[in-house]
């Protein structure tokens, strides 16, 4: 806030561009201010009756909404709920079957995607998808011709500020991390002149200090006057940004209120918000943790470094996981968690160190070997076979060897934690919903009766209910006695259920210990981002660590 | 066009179905255009001589273990020599399969000569009729014989697990290692499937034609038009493209002459990929 506010005086006192600018551009300029000031941007968004068939699947059913211009509003329900085809019918990536689309006085549902985005709709992704080979202010600059009038130079200048990347702006687009990803991906959007500006779960994957930035972002762009339509699974950014939020369930509008009312609502937490209640599950979970000091040790590294090509992903890291454990490993997005699991699985070499699992040195085997040992490996974005069926991904898990009993036996002990996989089995994997998509991936890995189970975000662009699912079963697999490695951005979910927390930043350990510690949030930053006491417990000393390697402290600094 | 030209045409597309499998399996699978496969052809009609030609057997007996002998071949070939290469700059395993055909032709040029060979039958050269049409007897057989060919590909690829494990390998390779599915054990057992299908292939070709140590090239173009009009993943596709080929050409040779027969079939080829370029029989799914 503080930012926005530093962003929008001068301009209101008559900014730099404005004075600079030839009398000719006068009018161009006076319109970009006034964009971006927020004087007249928004339009009202009417969506009457809207309905999307693909083949004879119905995606979404009988949608009405109305935005008002300038207001906020976020989409919610469950995966598959049709929130993602709302936002790509509203901006003409898909052709509603009935049902009309307006923003003010224009229909939007049938003209083509470019004009769509001329008259003011602009979707920030999920997965940003910037243009690779170009550099930050190149994608702005392609954003920009869509808007209508053209937005100049300095137009894309206070956008790239507004958006904290005035410092990257000649980078090349590849090289940016997650949040500055996504941040270019709301400044491509913001380029075209936006009166309506969607975002489709922008937050996901975010934690802690990212996850306040991009809800500040979102902010500032609602203050701008700019009508803005959210699709989110974070509850928090629900509740910090919007007044108002829609439920979908299969397709159909379910609930519409404010977000106090919504949480509250019976029927949305049954489908979506779940019971909410994080400390249930790890409570019932903890009698059959064996708490034995002396337990087979299942997975062991020692001082392993791992990385591509130049760069080091992961430095100096060491863990003991024992036999009916489960840790945790946590750290933000590039800290180097999925490195972790790489070299665990043998996928990425381990330049130095070891690593040992189930009483053997594994550190040169051949990934397949190690899935043959007895780990299994839930990867990062489910990686299932889309292609086969339900039934086939899982007899994939199990050894080919493997008689056809014991398969089935197996594939039985799977459908009894995830029940949905028995009655899906011969529908092919990729039309599932992302929770079931999900299940079907921790059910695979589960096929190969691993001793030792390692989980890559597995919660990622869930809806509660699912990861509520997920967590059950996760307590259930490992009162089995499967050892658990958690990779996990949902950091309260996680430390909730383990045993042992990890915290990575910069691919170095910078917390190891009790989860409980780490609960409150002042740890966790400490921990995530080395402020304060983890700074000076990595070696540290603290003044520089917090501002220098972080962008918002680095502008914060360049504001005050 | 008479019925005589429609009949030859779908039994001689049989054929070439079988050769295309083989270029589709391995380009699906292993994502590798193996630039050797008319040689591996080649190589079964050659094996399958040795035992027809030299000790009289019938060329269909020969077939299986032309069959299994291009397959042991094949199978060390990739495990120990192209797979390495896949796993390094894109172009090195073409050069390297492109490198494997040279060396192949002067192989048989070496051991077998130059002069052209075939496989003699008492079906060779008969004719049988069928329904008033009068049919060449072993286009018939290759005809049958490609179809149960290609039926058990079908089978083994959708209907066993060492099949769905190929088709995980095919989708997804990184992922099939995490669960314990050895790639390169699946991409050469792969390999040398399709050089089995070659083989078989080149034992059919040897007793309808003539061979000579250059044979393989213009089945390599032949079976790449047939995989690239199926589309990749789909076996019945590649046996309708083959068809749609063998049709074409036989077509084209009675209207225009033989000597338009190839300008005519890959106009054909680009106009199809013109329009569309997943080719005329691509599934969603692969398999």
Not at chain 1, 79 to 85: C, E, L, P, W
Not at chain 1, 235 to 246: F, P
Not at chain 1, 489 to 516: C, F, M, T, W
Not at chain 2, 34 to 61: Q, R, T
Request: net charge neutral; proline share 5%.
């Amino acid at each position: 806030m503080n930012r926005l506010d530093a962003e929008t005086t001068p301009h209101a006192g008559g900014g730099d561009a404005d004075v600079s600018s030839p009398p000719g551009a006068e009018p161009r300029t006076a319109a970009s201010s006034a964009t971006l000031r927020g004087t007249s941007p928004g339009a009202p968004l009417q969506v009457r009756g809207l309905a999307k068939r693909f083949g004879g699947v119905t995606a979404l059913d009988g949608v009405d909404l109305s935005v008002a211009s300038g207001e906020a509003v976020a989409v919610i329900g469950p995966n598959g709920a049709g929130k993602s085809t709302l936002l790509k019918l509203i901006s003409g990536v898909h052709r509603p079957t009935e049902g009309e689309v307006w923003l003010g006085k224009q229909r939007l549902d049938r003209m083509p995607v470019h004009r769509i985005t001329r008259t003011g709709v602009a979707l920030a992704h999920q997965v940003p998808r910037p243009f690779h080979g170009l550099t930050v202010r190149d994608n702005v600059r392609i954003g920009a011709m869509a808007g209508r009038p053209h937005l100049h130079s300095d137009g894309i200048d206070e956008i790239l500020a507004q958006c904290r990347l005035d410092i990257k702006a000649s980078r090349p687009a590849d090289s940016l991390r997650v949040l500055d990803l996504k941040r270019l991906e709301v400044a491509r959007a913001l380029a075209t002149r936006p009166r309506l500006l969607m975002f489709d779960e922008v937050a996901a994957g975010l934690v802690g200090r990212e996850l306040d930035e991009a809800i500040d972002l979102i902010r500032q762009v609602h203050a701008q006057g700019i009508t803005v339509l959210l699709v989110e699974h974070i509850e928090r950014v629900v509740r910090e940004l919007v007044d108002r939020v829609l439920v979908l369930n299969w397709g159909r509008p379910m609930a519409e209120g404010a977000p106090a009312e919504i949480a509250a609502n019976e029927e949305v937490r049954a489908v979506y918000l779940g019971d909410g209640d994080e400390t249930r599950t790890p409570a019932a979970r903890r009698a059959a943790t064996p708490t034995a000091s002396d337990a087979a040790v299942v997975l062991a590294l020692e001082s392993v470094s791992a990385g591509y090509g130049d760069m080091l992903a992961l430095r100096d890291f060491s863990v003991r996981v024992q036999a009916g454990q489960i840790v945790t490993v946590l750290g933000a997005n590039g800290a180097g968690k999925s490195t972790l699991c790489a070299t665990i699985m043998g996928a990425v070499e381990a330049r130095s160190g070891s690593v040992h699992a189930l009483g053997q040195d594994i550190t040169g085997m051949a990934t397949h070997h190690r899935a043959r040992l007895g780990i299994a490996h839930c990867q990062e974005g489910r990686r299932i076979f889309t292609g086969l069926t339900v039934a086939e991904n899982l007899m994939l898990g199990a050894p080919l060897a493997l008689a056809r009993d014991e398969v089935r036996g197996r594939m039985e002990r799977v459908h009894a934690i995830f029940p949905v996989l028995a009655e899906r089995a011969d529908q092919p994997a990729g039309t599932m919903s992302g929770g079931q998509q999900q299940m079907l991936a921790v059910g695979r890995a589960l096929m190969a009766d691993p001793q030792v189970l390692i989980c890559d975000e597995i919660s990622l662009g869930l809806a509660p209910v699912a990861i509520d699912a997920l967590y059950r079963a996760l307590a259930e697999i490992n009162s089995q006695g499967v050892a658990i490695v958690l990779v996990e951005q949902n950091v309260k979910r996680a430390l909730g259920i383990a045993d042992h927390a990890v915290v990575l930043s910069r691919g170095r350990v910078s917390y190891s210990g009790s989860p409980e510690a780490l609960l409150s949030d002042q740890a966790l930053d400490a921990a995530y981002f080395g402020t304060a006491d983890a700074a000076s417990a990595a070696g540290s000393s603290p003044p520089p660590v917090p501002s220098a390697p972080h962008p918002l402290s680095a502008s914060e600094g360049d504001l005050s | 066009m008479t019925l005589d030209v429609l009949a030859a045409g779908i039994l001689s597309g049989g054929l070439y179905a079988l050769i295309g499998l083989g270029i589709s399996l391995v380009f699906g699978v292993l994502g590798l255009m193996n630039l050797a496969h008319g040689e591996l052809v080649i190589a079964g009609a050659y094996l399958a001589s040795l035992l027809v030609v030299d000790s009289g057997w019938d060329p269909l007996l020969a077939l299986p273990l032309a069959m299994a002998g291009v397959a042991l071949i094949a199978y060390p070939l990739q495990r120990y020599l192209l797979t390495p290469l896949l796993r390094g700059d894109k172009s090195a395993p073409l050069v390297g399969t492109f490198g494997l055909s040279l060396l192949a032709q002067a192989l048989f040029q070496g051991v077998f000569g130059t002069h052209p060979k075939s496989l003699p039958a008492s079906y060779a050269d008969s004719g049988i009729s069928v329904l008033g049409l009068r049919i060449q007897t072993i286009y018939l057989i290759a005809f049958a014989l490609t179809t149960v060919l290609c039926a058990a590909t079908h089978l083994v690829l959708t209907r066993t697990r060492a099949g769905s494990a190929v088709r995980a390998a095919s989708a997804d390779p990184a992922t099939a290692a995490v669960l314990g599915i050895n790639v390169s054990t699946v991409y050469a057992m792969t390999f040398a499937g399709a050089a089995a299908l070659a083989a078989a292939g080149g034992v059919l070709t040897g007793v309808a034609q003539s061979f000579t140590p250059t044979s393989g090239l213009p089945l390599l173009l032949t079976g790449m038009a047939v995989m690239a009009l199926a589309g990749i993943g789909s076996v019945g596709g590649v046996l309708l493209a083959g068809i749609a080929l063998g049709v074409l050409q036989s077509a084209s040779v009675q209207l225009f002459g033989g000597g338009m027969r190839d300008v005519v079939v890959y106009l054909a080829f680009f106009l199809v990929l013109a329009v569309r370029p997943q080719g005329l029989f691509r599934k969603a799914a692969t398999g």
